[in-house]
């Protein structure tokens, strides 16, 4: 049976970020190829001023196939609006703001409200936030401009660390790559998650971030220390995330005192060694709840938790949901990673548990004490 092909319409506008456009415009063209040749995939058209050719802020020039005058939005499935980064340099830092074109923004308060998706990269959820349509909305946006988002537009819940948000109808990505992401998140709604794998392994994507992960990935922070002792300790945490990890272990690895390592990896890190252990045990379990057929059990013990409950309580605390209903979410069909035996979870969490004297307790997250209760030592990290 024919289907008609799903057509993208992408704004394009002086100062745009190529990626933003050609990202998604990639992933949908993948796809369609990918599809056998029923008119299941997608049609993509840029849409632009005029004839002109659109001078993006890397210098590359885009040509429009359409203008927004003859652009009704009539047979289009889903609008894109991509995001311009105007940056400022001031001394060692710079000063990011969203681009908002008049014509983008007409535009799209025009169609948006006769296409069945609207969605936005980057810098573009600024644009949609002024046509009205993240009102009530959770959203994300580019990290630089994430701050600007919330406090032009109180009425929009921005959820700065996200990669994508779905409110709705309406989709949200982070910056720039992570259209990408979100463009391989619509291809598994449109035709499932097997096929937006299969697009992602063309693009020789090395994975597919789900919408609720980081911007800023583990080798990111890494990069973001000016201190190599930092950098190189946590390249060997995140390698050993399965073992018992204390401070003063890692004081000692480092050749700090306690205090004084403490203090070293806040101010280079921005978090504590408990907070960076418990998130990086949690980004580990996703990968595995995502990618493998090991039990819930045996992924908290690969992992580093100490039991079956602080598993669950860490995995919701990052975030808001189970262990369990984040496989169900995000069930993959990767390749199975070789399964842990019970006997081998229990030989771990036993191990673990004859050691948990003393040293363990500034490697975990405590949980707030109950009100009149005394505040109870943290579990192993």
């Avoid at 036993?350 to 109950?370: E, V």
Wanted: aromatic share 6%.
């Amino acid at each position: 049976m024919s289907h008609q092909p799903r057509r993208i319409a992408i704004a394009v506008f002086d100062g745009v970020e190529s990626l933003d456009v050609t990202g998604p415009a990639q992933v949908f063209s993948t796809a369609s190829r990918l599809l056998d040749r029923s008119g299941r995939g997608y049609t993509v058209e840029l849409v632009g001023a005029g004839p002109a050719p659109v001078h993006c802020a890397g210098g590359v020039r885009l040509l429009a196939d359409r203008t927004f005058a003859d652009s009704d939005g009539e047979g289009v499935d889903t609008l894109v609006v991509p995001g311009g980064l105007r940056i400022r340099p001031e001394g060692v830092d710079a000063v990011v703001e969203a681009v908002i074109d008049p014509e983008v923004l007409a535009w799209v308060a025009r169609v948006a409200p006769r296409v069945r998706r609207v969605v936005s990269v980057c810098a573009g959820a600024h644009t949609l936030a002024a046509a009205g349509l993240l009102t009530g909305r959770r959203a994300t946006t580019h990290w630089a401009t994430a701050e600007a988002l919330a406090e032009r537009h109180p009425d929009v819940t921005v959820d700065a660390d996200a990669v994508y948000v779905r409110s709705g109808p309406v989709w949200t990505g982070a910056g720039v790559s992570a259209g990408i992401d979100m463009s391989l998140a619509l291809v598994a709604d449109d035709h499932g998650r097997r096929h937006a794998l299969a697009t992602a392994k063309w693009m020789v994507r090395y994975l597919q971030r789900p919408g609720d992960q980081s911007q800023f990935s583990a080798p990111l922070k890494r990069q973001s220390t000016a201190r190599t002792d930092i950098a190189e300790l946590l390249a060997w945490i995140d390698a050993h995330l399965a073992e018992r990890l204390t401070v003063p272990d890692l004081a000692a690895r480092m050749g700090l005192g306690e205090r004084q390592f403490a203090r070293v990896f806040l101010r280079e890190t921005g978090s504590t060694p408990a907070t960076y252990l418990d998130a990086q045990r949690v980004h580990a379990a996703r990968r595995l709840l995502q990618e493998s057929d090991l039990t819930v059990a045996a992924i908290g013990a690969r992992c580093g938790f100490g039991s079956v409950h602080s598993f669950h309580r860490a995995f919701k605390r990052h975030t808001s949901v189970t262990p369990q209903v984040y496989r169900r979410h995000f069930t993959s069909a990767a390749a199975p990673v070789p399964a842990v035996t019970p006997q081998e979870t229990r030989s771990i969490w036993s191990s673990r548990r004859t050691r948990r004297t003393g040293s363990l307790r500034s490697c975990a997250t405590p949980s707030p004490a109950r009100p009149g209760s005394s505040p109870t030592a943290p579990p192993p990290c």
